[in-house]
């Protein structure tokens, strides 16, 4: 993977992120509200919480049949994808509250959640914001070898197939997080010294790495153990949630950048990228169910990822109404808005993306 350094243009002589800024600013200052959450915002994350913890409680508390127990931990998986789309990155962005203090700590949810901070900030905050789409920079579209994301990447035999196990595999997201993910990240983040913010002392973030993970497998999984569950049914619980998370957050962060409606452009052999960094967001990125209530409620906003890329620092509650704002503005200087009607119609054409992508490169 290379990691040559990439510059992105600063040629924008119509000037059209100035003018965008300008306009979203001069929405949040006219209407007098600020830029972070809301009472909204609140209520959504006491929600996702309470659908991430209350069918433990039952689950630990009332004697329940097995068919139902599946169906709650199923319920915890939508609560945990929840919480992380409405609660944690938002926080991780910044943008939850005013208060730096309400930010970490919501934030820190990402901990029940198994993941963490230090490495979600870099490979989400620095990476895939700062390089979206970029072969050998966005790791969003590395997927090993396994699927083939970018018409850039070495093409496999089995990718033939990858339009039929893909999605099957998306559900393994946050299992990686909880076993492998974030002990590789550190490693490599810690050794080429990247950061979101002050670089970390690395044993200081190493023992957070290792406690935040035995506090987590003694929640998740000693716990019920304590408690008189046996050994395959907490594995199973705890693939259940997991893997319904993962299904959630993965189809989610495809419909965004695996489609055939965004690029995947490379930069020149000097490094340089055709256009600004604003622009390429544009290129590269795509919404879908603008007009479904549940969807954006549900997604904390991640099905207007055209807005999200272009001002990370705005709550999603606000993405609604700016929204109007970045695609009028973008129509004006003739660059593409990305969007799909419907989630069910973006999820058919990454469907068809993964077939395009599975083709044999001269076949296709």
Known sequence: MSKKALTFSRNDSAKFFKTLNKRVNDYFKDNNIKRTGNWKLYTKAVVMFSLLIVPVVLIFTVDLPAWTQVVFMMIVGVGMAGVGMNVMHDANHGSFSSKKWVNKL??????ILAGNDYNWKVQHNVLHHTYTNIQGHDEDIDAGRIIRFSKHTKWLKIHKYQKYYAFFLYGLLTVNWAVTTDFKQTFVYLKRKLSYGKFPNPATQWTKLIIGKIIYYAIWVVLPLALGFTWWQVLIGFFIMHYTAGIILSVIFQLAHVMPNTEMPLPDENGNMKNTWAIHQLFTT???????????????????????????????????????????????????????????????????????????????
Request: hydrophobic share 35%; net charge positive.
């Open 286 to 364: 795509s919404n879908f169910s603008p007009k479904s209530w549940l969807v954006e409620f549900y997604t904390g906003g991640l099905n207007r990822q055209v807005e999200h890329h272009l001002f990370a620092q705005i709550s999603h509650i606000h993405y609604n109404r700016i929204a109007k704002i970045v695609k009028q503005t973008a129509k004006e200087f003739s660059l593409p808005y990305n969007e799909y009607e419907t989630i069910w119609e973006a999820i058919y054409e990454h469907y068809n993306q993964l077939k395009v992508l599975g083709k044999k490169p001269s076949l296709a």
């Open 106 to 111: 919501m934030g820190s949810s990402i901990y």
